[in-house]
Nanobody, 126 residues
Framework: QLQLVESGGGLVQPGGSLRLTCAAS????????IGWFRQAPGREREGVSC????????YYTESVKGRFTISRDAAKNTVYLQMNRLQPEDTAVYYC???????????????????WGQGIQVTVSK
């Protein structure tokens, strides 16, 4: 059974950095994409960044371009989200998700994914 486990969240001051980790297990990853989504209180969930495990193609939502970087370590079945220059509006619960046979743009824009992690809190505050 496919499992996704997030780690690396926490409290950081504005302008600071965090790195989120999504460890995947239980399935063959070749044709999957992994994405990071977030949901703040009172707001809809949004796709932050997605990456294809087969070819490494990526997608970022506009508000994080130039600040966040998604990457993968195929040997470890792990995806990272490096978040720099964090702002209070980045505060949310961040979820890792996996979806097979999709494009990274479709995955991030629709959020209709088969597998989800439990979520991890990221708080940006003074």
């Amino acid at each position: 059974q496919l499992q996704l486990v997030e780690s690396g969240g926490g409290l950081v001051q504005p302008g600071g950095s965090l790195r989120l980790t999504c460890a995947a297990s239980g399935f063959t990853l070749d044709y999957y994409s992994i994405g990071w989504f977030r949901q703040a209180p009172g707001r809809e969930r949004e796709g932050v960044s997605c990456i294809s495990l087969s070819d490494g193609s990526t997608y970022y939502t506009e508000s994080v371009k130039g600040r966040f970087t998604i990457s993968r370590d195929a040997a470890k079945n792990t995806v990272y989200l490096q978040m720099n220059r964090l702002q209070p509006e980045d505060t949310a619960v961040y979820y890792c998700a996996a979806e097979g046979w999709t494009t990274v743009q479709n995955m991030c824009l629709t959020g209709q994914n088969d597998y989800w992690g439990q979520g991890i809190q990221v708080t940006v505050s003074k």
